[in-house]
């Protein structure tokens, strides 16, 4: 019992941090340049996530949780908004 509820902690937390990103993208990308490719990559990756927290009983919460939010804040560096602002910090 304990297995499904934490797997399910963690997919409420993988939809959670998805939900925030396509919507974060969606204001700051402009009219038809949405990132559909990265929001894909992070949806696979927080399937891959929930599949193996369920597989594997002996992954912590916080393991699941925190390699997932590391992994979106990887997915997220990698969006047109964040490239032209370190372009601009840069440059």
């Given amino acids: 019992m304990a297995r499904t509820i934490q797997t399910t902690i963690v997919a409420f937390f993988v939809v959670l941090i998805t939900a925030s990103f396509a919507f974060a993208a969606n204001a700051t990308a402009g009219t038809g340049s949405f990132p559909y490719f990265h929001l894909g990559c992070l949806i696979m990756g927080g399937l891959t996530i929930v599949s193996l927290k369920h597989r594997y009983p002996r992954i912590y919460l916080s393991e699941a949780v ?6 979106a804040v990887m997915v997220a560096l ?9 372009k601009h910090m840069i440059g």
């Avoid at 925190?66 to 992994?71: D, K, T, W």
């Avoid at 990698?78 to 370190?86: E, L, N, Q, R």
């Fill in 66 to 71: 925190g390699s997932f939010a590391l992994y």
């Fill in 78 to 86: 990698f969006t047109a908004p964040v490239i032209g602002a370190v």
